[in-house]
Nanobody, 122 residues
Framework: QVQVVESGGGLVQAGGSLRLSCVAS????????MAWFRQSPGNQRELVAG???????NYADSVRGRFTISRDNAKNTVYLQMNSLKPEDTAVYYC????????????????WGQGTQVTVSS
C-alpha cells in the first residue's frame, strides 16, 4: 500500500511561483512513474505533469514551459516547480503513482492523498 503526502500549496499572486512536494511511502515507489494531477471545482481531475522512473518528463499543454516536475528517488519525493502562475492554475493538486503508457498517458493507480490547495489571485 503506497501512501502520498502533498505539501507546498498556498495563495500567490498571478506571476508568482510555488514549489509543491510529494513524499511517497510504501513498496514500489521507485520503480514506477509518478505524476501530478489537479482538480478545480466543477472539473474533472486532470494530468499536470508526469515523470517516469528514468526521469523522462511530460506536461499538459497548459503548463508546459511554466512548470517543472522532478523526482528524488533517494527521498521518495516528487516536486512540482510552478512559475508564472495564472488564476486558471487554481486547483487542488494531487500526486500519485502512475502507470506510464507513452506520450502523456499516465494512469494513476495508488491511493489519493489529501492534496494541496493552490490559489492564484489576479
Amino acid at each position: 500500500q503506497v501512501q502520498v503526502v502533498e505539501s507546498g500549496g498556498g495563495l500567490v499572486q498571478a506571476g508568482g511561483s510555488l514549489r509543491l512536494s510529494c513524499v511517497a511511502s510504501g513498496s514500489g515507489v521507485n520503480i514506477n512513474a509518478m505524476a501530478w494531477f489537479r482538480q478545480s471545482p466543477g472539473n474533472q481531475r486532470e494530468l499536470v505533469a508526469g515523470v517516469t522512473r528514468s526521469g523522462s518528463t511530460n506536461y499538459a499543454d497548459s503548463v508546459r514551459g511554466r512548470f517543472t516536475i522532478s523526482r528524488d528517488n533517494a527521498k521518495n519525493t516528487v516536486y512540482l516547480q510552478m512559475n508564472s502562475l495564472k488564476p486558471e492554475d487554481t486547483a487542488v493538486y494531487y500526486c500519485n503513482l502512475a502507470g506510464y503508457y507513452g506520450g502523456s498517458a499516465y494512469l494513476p493507480f495508488g491511493s489519493w492523498g489529501q492534496g494541496t490547495q493552490v490559489t492564484v489571485s489576479s
